[in-house]
Every structure is written in C-alpha cells, then in structure tokens.
C-alpha cells in the first residue's frame, strides 16, 4: 500500500464512472405477467425511457419508448406519474417531456409510434400523476392560462373507441391537487388537494367528487384534515372506506375513513353518525413523506384490502405487513435500508431502493421467502467496487448524518495527518439523506476526502417536529446543524479542521451560500443552482414553490427586512472562503437569474470564485458532459483551495482574487 496525501489519491472511479451510474429508476409497475419501469438513460442525453422486463430477470430489461421520446411530466415542474401501462391491451400511456401531451403506444406492435391523446399546446397545458380506471386515464391537469395564471384540475381521458382523447373535467377547486382514485363502484372520486401558502407536507385535506355515470355531481368537499396537519395518499379499500395517512400525532399514521359518514357530516345531514377517524397503523417511524413528485406511494392496499404494505421509515426503512381486520402488523426485513413500494401482486412487492451494501434499483421481494432479487440497478455498471466507501450512520449533537470515510485499497494517508471532509446539503429542504452505494461519493472518497451527509432540522423521517425545526430559520438552523456535524468530526480527530468543504443543490445550495457568509469554519463551497436572494426568487421561482419562502423565512410584506438580511447576495463582505456555482440556463425553479446576480456582485467585489453554467440543463443535472465537467471542477476546486493535487484533473482557475 502507498502512501500518499489525503486528497490526492489516485483512484480508477472518474466522473465518467459517476456519470454513467447515475440512472436512477423513477416508478415501476407489476403488469399480466411483465414488470414496466421508467429510468433515466445517461447515454441518450438524460432522456426518461421506458422498459419492460418480461421474465424480471436481471439485465432483461427492454426499451419500449422509442428514440426523440422522454417520458417526464412537468406539473408541479417536478413532475411524477408520468406514465401509465394498461397490461390487458400492452397500451403504454405517458406524458412527453417535449410538448407535455399525454402519448399512447401500442407495444405489442413493434413497427408502432406514440398518437398524441391530448391536443398541442406548446406545453401551455400539462399532465401528471396518470393513473387509469376502467378505459379512462385520470390525470392532474395544470393549464398556463397567463403569466402567472395556473389552474389545476382533475380530468379524465377517454382512451378507446370513437372519443379515443376526450376530456372530461372531474374535480377543481383547490389550486393544487394529487392522487385522483376512482372508489371501485364508480361512485366517488378520492383526491388530496392544498392551497397557498401551505407545501403538501404542511397543511393538506382530503377531498371527495361525487360522480355519476363517470361525470361530477356537484362540487368536490373537504371530509378530512386540519390546520397544521399534511394527509396524504388517500386509497380504496373498499366502495366506501379508504385509508389515508395523516401526521396529526406529529408522525405520518395510517387511518380509515368511512366515506358517507364523513360525507353525511359534511353536508349537515340530521342524525348522521359521528365521522371518525380510525387509528389503522402505527409505527416506530413515519409512513409518508414529502411530495415533490406526483405519484410518490408509502403504503398500498393488497389482497383485495385485507392487508397493507408499507414503508415506515425513521432514518432507515422498514417493511411492514399489517391486517386491516385484526390490526396486526408485522415489520419484515427485506434487505434495503432505503426503498419506496411501487407495487404488489401475489406475494411479490416490487421496490425501488437500495442500503448501504447494495446498490439503488428496482427489485422484486418475495414475503414468503425473503427473497430479494434485483431487476434493474441505477448503477449497473459499477466497477472498482473495492474502492467504494461503506456508510455509517452516526448523530452529532442530535443532528443524524451519514459519514463515508475515506477508502483506497491502494493508498494510506501520512502519519499524523488527517484527511479533509466535504459535507454535502441535501435540497428540499426536507430531504433525506439515507445510507447508499454512491458513485458519486466514492468519487472523492477513493481520494481520500471524507464525505458527511447531514440531516439538518428540516429534513424529514424523523417527525413533524423536527420538520419545523427549520420554520422562519432557513438559512441558520441548516447551517448550525451542519456546522455542529463537521465540528464533531473534527473533535473527533477524523476530519482536518482546516480543510472543510460544504457543497449543496438548489436548496442545499442556499444553506452552502449562508454557511460561506456567516461562519468561518469553511476553506471554500460549491452551490449547485442555489438561491442567492429571497426578493426577487419569490416572484421569479414557479408556481409550486413561490410562496414557500412565507414558511422558511416569513410571510410578505412583513418580513421583508428579513429577506434581506437573510441574503447570502447581500452580505458577500462576510464570504470567509472561495466559492464556486454551477447552474442550468434552462431552470426554471431557481432560475438563472440567482447565480447571474452573485456572480456580478462576486466579480464587483473582486472576490475569488469558479463559475459555470450549462446553456441545456434545468433543475439538476441530467446530460453526461455536465455531470462530468461540474464533479471535475470540484474536485480541482477543492485541491486548488485546500493545498492537494487531484492527479487526472485539469487545473481549475479562479476568478476575482487569489486567481
């Protein structure tokens, strides 16, 4: 073994390596005899494509989403449900990224091409969360009437026949909407909707359309939620019962809803029973999360609704298998640490997900054996497994993160030296950073740069309470926590307390930007499409999340002073170390406006910096070149500042001083 500075390491994991891993699979569905999943493809410029495995042997997968297509929604800009399958008729359903119609593909006829089901629009009018009941298509309708001027609505397309196309509106009302269910007599339509200000993980309600013949009667009513309580995921169990999850305890909970009496309270009814909730799961963890996609599943009706499989997660996930009759329930081991349940058919879950010795993807787990086997992976072609790091679940101070020590079959650092650490700020800012087989982090680790995920107040999977940790203090409490983390380290004696480096997307830039202009216990950062102000964001940022800031920081017009004062922008006098930003022309969620304005102020201030943007990227990076060039210039960002060579990386230069 040699010896070698830490940092300088030289290691066979490239940014080609990270960049070809990073295929991760979206959503996944059981159909006839066939398993249909969606996952990015890196070699076709980031495009979303569709496959079927029809034996769900490993490496069996087969693209059915022809070349100029990308199955990617873009309600809510993050999109979900994007694509539906209806396995009797082999007719694929999906929304196309270019021109946001709903598409259908006959895939039992290989010589087919997509037949738009929807009119063109210029991508005015999208469609998201597709779910089909009976020969129509649910869908979430966003129409772009105006500037600024959304409406949302839930539609039904006819999918067959003569009116093969037709729309028919089913529900509106609140300005966002999620999860449009059918109850199986056809009687009503079960949908979760919210408003201003709130996010879904704030304040949502369950809502209810009542239809007959397939149309609305009426408008839709609110039978469940309350002030400062998030429900999600409303599903059937039954033509009058559905199962809901709600965090009224300050955990995401199970509860069955009985739908007429609920509907009987509503309307006022005399003599109507009370309408009562019923306590159907609870665990040691949430069973729920934060909806930034549509479509997103935390627990499933089986078994014609005798059974639930869910996921409860409290840092890590477990399985759970519950008796809706009895109210049992088991936790199962099925061998990820970290998963999402896509879909269940005659003892078979299909997940999506991975642990800390296993790598994300698609597998099937068998409940009876405990057999989990892979079908697809979003690194399959990992290689120089040896070098990759092993993931340690640790707390500092109260603040959960996940440490990837530096590791090299190869190489050793010095007697008495002691390697840098990079911490790297999840976005959301309610992610989650979980145990992984990561590309991307054995990239610096094979190195010799230890790599810390932090769980900072804000994050979820550990609580509503430590949800609002971050309310009104966005920009202190995310970066005391991640302070709080790299100072344990330090004291610890593993990490150079000289040599710390924090790194962040889109929200996790923003914490990146704040630690730099407010603490000193930085040697440099990198912001990856961050938001540098709050002033302008909120009027120039999408629909979804312009009124998010109300809750982070404070509501307008009365916090506007905070919004200033809490403006990494405004206070680069106070920048401690160098910077470099790296941002998508085409973002439309942190637009590029944000990185043009410090970028000016950096270069008027003549302070040090690296700068990059990718004129055909958007909101996380997607296109091969970029992912390499952004993780190169990293890591030659960080040599370059914290006095180690990065042999196989070009020579970054700085702009402003110290260049």
């Known amino acids: 073994m040699s010896t070698a500075p830490f940092g300088s390491w030289d290691s066979p994991i490239t940014a080609a390596h990270v960049a070809a891993g990073s295929e991760p699979i ?23 494509g569709i496959f079927v495995s029809r034996t769900g042997r490993f490496g069996d997968g087969e693209l059915v989403l022809p070349c ?40 039992t006829d290989p010589g087919a091409r997509p037949v738009p089901l929807t009119p063109a629009t210029r ?52 300005h966002f909407l999620a999860w449009p269910r059918i109850s199986p007599d056809g009687r009503h339509l079960s949908f979760v ?107 499933l009706p089986v078994e014609h609704g005798n059974r639930i499989l869910a996921e409860s997660r409290y ?6 298998w519950s008796d809706v009759r009895t109210g049992e329930h088991r936790m199962i081991d099925c061998g990820l640490t970290s998963f999402s349940i896509q879909d269940y058919r005659e003892g078979t879950a299909l997940l999506v997900g991975g642990s800390a010795h296993r790598v994300s993807g698609l597998y099937t787990f068998e409940l009876a054996s405990g057999e989990l086997s892979p079908v697809a992976l979003s690194n399959a072609r990992l290689a120089h497994a040896d070098h990759y790091p092993t993931a340690e679940l640790r707390e500092f101070d109260g603040v959960p993160a996940v440490v990837y020590p530096p590791r090299s079959p190869g190489f050793s650092g010095p007697a008495g030296e002691v390697p840098p650490y990079v911490a790297f700020v999840h976005g959301g800012p309610t992610g989650q950073a979980v145990p992984m087989v990561s590309a991307h ?52 004696g593993e990490a150079d307390p000289d040599r710390l480096a924090i790194s962040g997307g889109s929200a996790g830039g923003w914490t990146v930007l704040n630690a730099l202009t407010t603490t000193t216990d930085f040697a440099c950062g990198a912001s990856y499409y961050g938001v540098a102000e709050l002033t302008r964001f909120v009027t120039e940022t999408h629909d979804f999340e312009s009124h998010y800031i109300g809750t982070l920081v404070g509501p307008l017009p009365e916090s506007a002073e905070i919004y200033e004062e809490r403006a990494p922008l405004n206070r680069l006098d106070a920048l401690s170390a160098p910077v470099a930003v790296f941002h998508g022309a085409l973002d439309t969620v942190v637009p590029q406006s944000q990185t043009r304005r410090l970028v000016a102020a950096l270069e008027r201030l003549d302070l040090p910096f690296v700068a990059k943007v990718y004129p055909r990227e958007s909101h996380g990076f997607v296109r091969p070149e970029n992912l390499i060039d952004s993780l190169e210039t990293e890591l030659g960002f960080y040599g370059r500042i914290m006095g180690f060579d990065t042999p196989g990386i070009r020579r970054v230069h700085l702009r402003g001083r110290g260049r």
């Open 123 to 174: 991508s005015t009018v999208r469609y998201g969360d597709l779910v089909l009941s009976g020969d129509r298509l649910l869908a979430v309708r966003e129409s772009h009437r105006a500037p600024g001027e959304v409406h949302r609505s839930i539609v039904a397309i006819e999918t067959g026949g003569p009116d093969a196309g037709a729309l028919v509106t089913l529900a509106e009302g609140p």
């Open 193 to 299: 909707g919210w408003d201003h200000p709130h996010m879904p993980w704030d304040e949502t309600r369950v809502y209810i359309q009542e239809l007959s013949e397939g149309r609305p009667v009426g408008p839709a009513v609110a039978i469940f939620g309350r002030a400062e309580e998030s429900v999600l995921q409303p599903e059937w169990l039954g033509s009058s019962t559905l199962v809901v999850s709600a965090d009224r305890t300050g955990w995401w909970e199970l509860y069955r809803l009985d739908v007429p009496t609920f509907l009987a309270r509503c309307r006022g009814e005399a003599g109507a029973r009370p309408a009562e909730e019923v306590p159907l799961l609870s665990t040691d963890g949430e069973i729920g999360g934060p909806l930034w996609s549509l479509g997103d599943r935390w627990h």
């Open 315 to 320: 840092g890590t996930s477990s399985l759970v």
């Open 26 to 48: 979206q959503r996944a569905r059981f159909a006839g005899e066939a398993i249909w999943y969606s996952q990015r493809i890196s070699d076709e410029e980031g495009r979303t």
């Open 441 to 492: 982090h054995a990239f610096f680790t094979s190195r010799g740069i230890g790599v810390v995920d932090v769980n900072y107040g804000g994050s979820t999977g550990y609580g509503r309470a430590y949800r609002n940790r971050l309310r009104g203090q966005w920009g202190i409490v995310d970066v005391q926590d991640t302070v709080t983390v790299l100072r344990g380290l330090a004291a610890a």
């Open 68 to 107: 100029g297509h990308n199955a990617r929604s873009r309600v809510h800009e993050y999109g979900g449900g994007a694509w539906e399958i209806d396995g009797p008729s082999g007719t694929l359903y999906f929304v196309n990224a270019t021109d946001q119609r709903v598409h259908a593909l006959d895939t």
